[in-house]
């Protein structure tokens, strides 16, 4: 009967979210729709995609909502700042 402990931690923090759910809270906020989460207890990373649902924060999704971010803060500041 061995256990090795060196484990324990990472697989207690899966099993809490297997049982719980993760518990994401917003890392990010991409536009008005599309935010960026991470989970507090096992810091595993998601994003709203397209479709409005959760997906993985691949490296693709991260160029794509940072891609989204800027179009959005352009297009905002273009509607605030009407002066020219
Ligand atoms: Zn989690």
């Known amino acids: 009967?061995?256990?090795?402990?060196?484990?324990?931690?990472?697989?207690?923090?899966?099993?809490?979210?297997?049982?719980f759910g993760h518990h994401y809270t917003v890392s990010k906020k991409v536009t008005q729709h599309i935010k960026e989460y991470k989970c507090i207890h096992c810091q595993k990373q998601v994003t709203t995609d397209v479709s409005g649902k959760l997906s993985a924060l691949t490296p693709q999704m991260q160029e794509?909502?940072?891609?989204?971010e800027d179009m959005y803060r352009k297009r905002r500041s273009r509607v605030v700042h009407q002066v020219a």
Request: glycine share 4%; hydrophobic share 30%.
């Open 1 to 19: 009967m061995k256990t090795p402990s060196s484990q324990h931690g990472n697989k207690f923090s899966s099993f809490f979210c297997n049982l």
């Open 64 to 68: 794509i909502n940072s891609t989204l």
